[in-house]
């Protein structure tokens, strides 16, 4: 039997069907205007945390939301062809990395990820969502089933282990109760 614990985690997605994305933008002028300080007090989509790939002679609209930062630049890298036409390998890439300018702050230089709108009280769904139109980003939320954490065992606990693996748990019990009146 599978003696380890779940536990329960909401995992958040955006789901993006570029057939349906016609290239507005309206996606990376929402987040940078959400995440404006103060918020909405100006937009930039140098700010966006989702940049929208744009081939308009092919019809081709892919919106990339910013994802972990990168202190150096990968070693593999992914080589897209859509349609014939092949993509710098950088394109489709999430990160904020160290050899391209995409999702950095223009001002600070500082790298931008996308934070889902974190918010207080939380928003119904992300700006990006709600401003598609289009209905080229759906949100979705769900629950899955993660592994809890082993709890950390002390080395009280490893110790009494051994000793009770060595003289038997009565042994151990009787010598505790010895020892507790004599102190
Ligand atoms: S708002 Fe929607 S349709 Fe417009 S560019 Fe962004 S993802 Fe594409
Ligand atoms: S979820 Fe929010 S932070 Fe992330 S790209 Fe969309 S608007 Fe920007």
Redesign the pocket.
């Known amino acids: 039997m599978d003696k380890k614990q779940k536990k329960k985690k909401t995992v958040k997605e955006?789901k993006v069907d570029t057939k349906k994305c016609v290239g507005c933008r309206a996606?990376e002028i929402?987040?940078?205007g959400?995440?404006a300080v103060p918020k909405y007090s100006s937009v930039n989509t140098a700010r966006?945390?989702?940049m929208v790939v744009m081939d308009e002679a092919r019809d081709i609209f892919v919106?990339i939301?910013?994802g972990e930062y990168t202190e150096a630049e990968c070693n593999g890298r992914n080589r897209y062809v859509i349609d014939g036409k092949e993509y710098d390998e950088c394109t489709f890439c999430p990160a904020s990395c160290p050899s391209r300018g995409a999702f950095r702050e223009p001002d600070s230089g500082l790298p931008l990820?996308?934070?889902?709108?974190?918010n207080v009280p939380p928003l119904e769904q992300?700006?990006?969502?709600?401003?598609c139109t289009f209905g080229a980003?759906t949100?979705e939320e769900r629950e899955v089933a993660v592994e809890a954490e082993p709890q950390q065992r002390g080395e009280m606990e490893i110790g009494l282990e051994q000793l009770i693996k060595k003289y038997g748990s009565k042994k151990i019990m009787d010598t505790v109760a010895r020892l507790s009146k004599e102190h």
């Not at 990820?113 to 974190?118: H, I, L, Q």
């Not at 992300?126 to 401003?131: D, R, S, T």
Request: proline fraction near 7%.
């Open positions: 955006i996606c929402a987040c940078s959400f995440h966006s945390r989702i919106p939301r910013a990820k996308c934070d889902m709108c974190e992300p700006m990006c969502v709600e401003a980003l949100y």
